[in-house]
């Protein structure tokens, strides 16, 4: 649930204003669908200060909240083309639709907002159009990772490109404020072509329907799951509105390749079941999400039968392991199969965010003067702070949720905003 603020010279900029899903206490939680945001109340306190908002990219975690919240900001927003589809469409969805100024950046243009100089800086991730921001003010600059991996496969988008990040270290950067979210894992992620690789060859072995269980917002993983699909002799559709609704914005602005075909998801029930391939939402084990209704068997469009397969192309969240686990025993109760991205075989799934190669990759082309690690449990951030330090980076600010950091001209921690304040919001 990122919402970031940089200020400088009196005013203030924010960079990404998401949510997140309140994680169940137990297998009865009924609040298990609360949407949780970051506590505004700072700032909202003051919105004559605010100068804009960036959203660097269109997952939930970052742009989520921002159809419930911009009404205590009431200033304009800034993102890429991508983003601003997506993020229309959920400002339709509250009764915003047309009220927030949205200004659709070109990535090439620097923007002036306030006193704050953006620029947007190519990275990869996850998802169509992902940015960091460097941020340049008379005080200093700081280079906002957002969330980002390095990978030269991306199947969508360009390959990541490191003379973007060693021309950042020619700029002297005052911080880099960095995703900590794979900071206790060795080595490098995986490549999105990799997770193509691997999907491939679950599904060429699968002799009945194959179910996909994977984020909606993974338009990357969606048009390697078409393209297996072609490969393999099967007809692939989308189960779940959050689905639907993605690979519609990828298409609007030219990010599905036209020549990958979907069908309707009415249609499934009429194929013989090897010529199936679904991919549905869920996979965290949400009880109201399409692969819960698979598992019980009250989906109106398919009905899985024994020795078809369940392939979980995710990660287990933190907090989402005993959803997950209740979802296969369901699956495994009716005798289909399931295959999890921590046992497979072969690579199934391909994070989005860096591991210590990647860190210490990006550390050493930047050249940062102080580390702010962010995006992450406590455990990751200080685990972050200590690579940070390793890699001769001189000043680590590590803290928590509303923690105030000066930059410049002394940095440290010199009080708490909010008290790792947070909302929750009725689903």
């Not at 880099?176 to 193509?196: I, K, P």
């Not at 691997?198 to 002799?207: I, M, P, S, Y």
């Not at 600010?397 to 947070?422: C, E, H, S």
Request: overall charge neutral.
């Amino acid at each position: 649930m990122n919402l970031n603020l940089f200020g400088h010279d009196h005013q203030w900029l924010m960079v990404d204003c998401g949510l997140t899903f309140k994680a169940p206490l137990s297998e009865t939680d009924p609040t298990l669908h609360d949407r949780v945001c970051a506590d505004p109340q700072f700032i909202a306190q003051q919105i004559n200060r605010l100068a804009g908002i960036v959203i660097t990219h269109a997952h939930e975690d970052h742009l989520g909240a921002l159809p419930y919240l911009w009404r205590r900001f009431k200033c304009p927003v800034y993102t890429t083309r991508f983003t601003a589809e997506i993020l229309r469409r959920k400002l339709a969805e509250t009764g915003l639709a047309g009220k927030v100024p949205i200004i659709e950046v070109n990535p090439q243009t620097p923007q002036q907002i306030g006193v704050f100089s953006v620029e947007w800086k190519a990275i990869t991730h996850s998802i169509p159009e992902p940015y960091g921001l460097l941020i340049k003010t008379q005080a200093g600059r700081i280079f906002h990772t957002a969330d980002w991996k390095i990978d030269a496969q991306p199947v969508t988008g360009k390959a990541f490109a490191p003379q973007i990040f060693e021309e950042l270290g020619q700029q002297d950067i005052t911080a880099m404020v960095c995703d900590s979210t794979n900071a206790l894992r060795e080595g490098h992620s995986a490549s999105e072509a990799e997770c193509a690789e691997g999907l491939l060859k679950v599904v060429e072995q699968a002799k009945g329907r194959v179910v996909v269980g994977c984020f909606s917002s993974n338009i990357a993983r969606l048009i390697s799951l078409a393209r297996i699909a072609q490969q393999t002799g099967r007809y692939m559709a989308v189960l779940g509105r959050s689905l639907q609704n993605m690979v519609s914005a990828a298409k609007v602005t030219g990010h599905w390749p036209k020549d990958l075909i979907l069908i309707d998801s009415s249609h499934l029930g009429y194929l013989p079941k090897e010529e199936v391939l679904a991919v549905a939402t869920g996979s965290q084990g949400e009880p109201r999400a399409i692969l819960s209704r698979l598992a019980s068997g009250h989906h109106p469009d398919l009905l899985l039968e024994p020795d078809d397969t369940v392939i979980f192309s995710s990660i287990i969240i933190p907090g989402n392991e005993l959803l997950i686990e209740r979802l296969v025993k369901e699956f495994k109760h009716r005798g289909i199969k399931t295959l999890q991205a921590e046992s497979a075989e072969y690579c199934i799934h391909a994070s989005g965010h860096p591991c210590q190669d990647e860190l210490k990759a990006l550390y050493s082309w930047v050249k940062p003067k102080i580390s702010i690690p962010v995006h992450g449990e406590a455990e990751h951030i200080k685990k972050h702070a200590q690579l940070a330090k390793s890699y001769g980076v001189p000043i680590q600010l590590a803290g928590l949720n509303g923690d105030l950091y000066l930059i410049a001209p002394q940095p440290g921690i010199r009080r708490q905003v909010v008290a790792t304040g947070r909302i929750a919001l009725d689903a």
